[in-house]
């Protein structure tokens, strides 16, 4: 007995309906996908963006407003400690305009060993403490207090500092922890000159004066070379001691004097 034409006909359709289904089944699940993976595109580019945006802004505020250092040495005691964090004002002086610059492997990417003053803010001054690229290696930091500006004539005499021939007043901020004075023709420590301090130069010292490498050693501070005025201590380690001394928390937040 052949098959009823009707029940043949209602059969083909529920078969197309059926594969119709699968097909759009099929088509929103390929559409769910796609909108998933482009959801992960989309949430994997925010964060890269974020993330290089992140890194432009740091960089450009480390060039060109505040950027961090740590004390390793103890030239500038008792003003500054070994472990102190501080921060340095790049704008201090002025809109500084970073040249003679390198590429390199970390961040920055990019190092620069002078800068040029586009907007000028004022100079520097005696008594401030400037980071700044060390003459005789270029690659390190170092921090001194600027005690003679250009123009100025400077000297020691058995430790007593003289500018333009007077007593320089720095026993609130210097410490000198050994009595013994040596000569000057056998080390420039105690003393020295009398020096004109060049044009654009500046002479500076360590505040603990016995035990610091600074212009009595190695000359003057060229202007292009300073990186900025320290202004406070935003956190200090010792990491000696008790461990509940580890921390110095007198010193967070302190203004640089």
Same mark, same amino acid.
């Given at each position: 007995?052949?098959?009823?034409?009707?029940?043949?006909?209602?059969?083909?359709?529920?078969?197309?309906?059926?594969?119709?289904?699968?097909?759009?089944?099929?088509?929103?699940?390929?559409?769910?996908?796609?909108?998933?993976?482009?959801?992960?595109?989309?949430?994997?580019?925010?964060?890269?963006?974020?993330?290089?945006?992140?890194?432009?802004?740091?960089?450009?505020?480390?060039?060109?407003?505040?950027?961090?250092?740590? $004390? +390793?040495? #103890? *030239?500038?005691?008792?003003?500054?400690?070994?472990? @102190?964090?501080? !921060?340095? =004002?790049?704008?201090?002086?002025?809109?500084?305009?970073?040249?003679?610059?390198?590429?390199?492997?970390?961040?920055?990417?990019?190092?620069?060993?002078?800068?040029?003053?586009?907007?000028?803010?004022?100079?520097?001054?005696?008594?401030?403490?400037?980071?700044?690229?060390?003459?005789?290696?270029?690659?390190?930091?170092?921090?001194?207090?600027?005690?003679?500006?250009?123009?100025?004539?400077?000297?020691?005499?058995?430790?007593?500092?003289?500018?333009?021939?007077?007593?320089?007043?720095?026993?609130?901020?210097?410490?000198?922890?050994?009595?013994?004075?040596?000569?000057?023709?056998?080390?420039?420590?105690?003393?020295?000159?009398?020096?004109? $301090? +060049?044009? #654009? *130069?500046?002479?500076?010292?360590?505040?603990?004066? @016995?035990?610091? !490498?600074? =212009?009595?050693?190695?000359?003057?501070?060229?202007?292009?070379?300073?990186?900025?005025?320290?202004?406070?201590?935003?956190?200090?380690?010792?990491?000696?001691?008790?461990?509940?001394?580890?921390?110095?928390?007198?010193?967070?937040?302190?203004?640089?004097?």
């Amino acid at each position: 007995m052949s098959p009823d034409p009707n029940q043949r006909n209602l059969d083909n359709k529920m078969s197309g309906s059926s594969q119709t289904g699968e097909q759009v089944s099929l088509s929103g699940a390929k559409l769910a996908d796609n909108s998933d993976r482009i959801e992960r595109k989309s949430l994997v580019r925010e964060y890269a963006e974020a993330i290089i945006v992140a890194m432009i802004l740091a960089f450009a505020i480390r060039v060109f407003v505040v950027q961090a250092f740590k $004390i +390793p040495s #103890g *030239s500038m005691i008792p003003t500054l400690l070994i472990g @102190d964090h501080i !921060l340095v =004002s790049k704008m201090s002086y002025g809109l500084q305009w970073p040249t003679d610059c390198k590429l390199q492997w970390n961040f920055p990417p990019v190092n620069c060993y002078t800068s040029e003053t586009v907007v000028t803010f004022g100079k520097p001054q005696r008594g401030d403490i400037i980071v700044f690229r060390f003459p005789e290696d270029e690659e390190k930091d170092f921090i001194k207090r600027i005690v003679g500006l250009p123009g100025d004539t400077v000297q020691l005499r058995n430790k007593m500092v003289l500018v333009n021939g007077q007593p320089l007043d720095d026993k609130a901020f210097t410490q000198r922890i050994d009595p013994g004075v040596i000569d000057g023709t056998v080390n420039p420590r105690d003393n020295f000159g009398p020096v004109t $301090i +060049p044009e #654009g *130069s500046y002479f500076v010292m360590g505040d603990n004066r @016995d035990q610091s !490498l600074d =212009s009595r050693f190695w000359g003057y501070v060229r202007e292009e070379k300073i990186r900025g005025k320290a202004f406070r201590i935003y956190w200090s380690w010792n990491g000696q001691g008790n461990w509940t001394e580890w921390v110095r928390w007198e010193r967070f937040a302190k203004a640089i004097q």
